[in-house]
């Protein structure tokens, strides 16, 4: 007899994965569950967002926060989903490593699989220099650890779209900038991730 998978996604990151600013209110995360096929699994989705926050406050509290929406017996999964403001508050990239890394490493010892998706990209020139070093120091924690990054930072930094988008919104996504994030991470792993087959 075919038993169904019971799936318990917690997520956990700022306002962009909260959908701030998208008009149709779905945010990358809630287009990417739309695309999920759900016949063979019983799916639950928490998002757990909270604005301006970088990698320290997101390590002091993903555990607590997490550990409550999980459930016993059931394959629980964590969705990191990260942005620039450890830029804003200058902490330093070997500490937004080791934030990172700690959050990772403690999902690891509950068994629990991680993909974080990385900071994309905004219109500063200088800041987005800077950018693209944390984005690759993320990359670099997340898959020395056997676990799935996304990152949105290259292929958006230079896209006509998402740029237009930003500059059409003070610098945030809107509707089409959330679509392409959404695209990027259901393209970029989140069905292996999640062992669900793409849909045709």
């Given at each position: 007899?075919?038993?169904?998978?019971?799936?318990?996604?917690?997520?956990?990151?700022?306002?962009?994965?909260?959908?701030?600013?998208?008009?149709?209110?779905?945010?990358?995360?809630?287009?990417?569950?739309?695309?999920?096929?759900?016949?063979?699994?019983?799916?639950?989705?928490?998002?757990?967002?909270?604005?301006?926050?970088?990698?320290?406050?997101?390590?002091?509290r993903w555990q607590d926060e997490v550990g409550r929406r999980f459930e016993d017996g059931a394959e629980n999964r964590l969705v990191?989903?990260?942005?620039?403001?450890?830029?804003?508050?200058?902490?330093?990239?070997?500490?937004?490593?080791?934030?990172?890394?700690?959050?990772?490493?403690?999902?690891?010892?509950?068994?629990?699989?991680?993909?974080?998706?990385?900071?994309?990209?905004?219109?500063?020139?200088?800041?987005?220099?800077?950018?693209?070093?944390?984005?690759?120091?993320?990359?670099?924690?997340?898959?020395?650890?056997?676990?799935?990054?996304?990152?949105?930072?290259?292929?958006?930094?230079?896209?006509?779209?998402?740029?237009?988008?930003?500059?059409?919104?003070?610098?945030?996504?809107?509707?089409?900038?959330?679509?392409?994030?959404?695209?990027?991470?259901?393209?970029?792993?989140?069905?292996?991730?999640?062992?669900?087959?793409?849909?045709?």
């Open positions: 007899m075919f038993e169904q998978r019971t799936v318990r996604i917690s997520a956990v990151g700022d306002e962009l994965l909260a959908g701030v600013g998208d008009p149709r209110a779905l945010g990358w995360f809630g287009r990417v569950l739309a695309r999920t096929p759900t016949d063979d699994v019983d799916l639950a989705a928490y998002t757990l967002a909270a604005p301006q926050e970088g990698t320290e406050a997101l390590a002091g990191i989903g990260l942005a620039a403001h450890d830029l804003d508050v200058e902490v330093s990239s070997a500490r937004s490593r080791l934030n990172l890394a700690n959050i990772i490493d403690g999902a690891s010892q509950q068994g629990i699989p991680v993909i974080v998706v990385g900071p994309p990209p905004g219109l500063d020139p200088v800041r987005n220099r800077r950018l693209a070093d944390l984005s690759a120091a993320f990359a670099d924690v997340t898959t020395r650890r056997r676990h799935t990054y996304v990152d949105t930072f290259t292929p958006l930094q230079h896209h006509e779209q998402w740029r237009a988008d930003l500059a059409a919104n003070d610098g945030r996504p809107g509707q089409a900038g959330y679509g392409l994030l959404a695209w990027l991470v259901l393209h970029r792993g989140w069905y292996e991730w999640m062992r669900l087959p793409a849909p045709a």
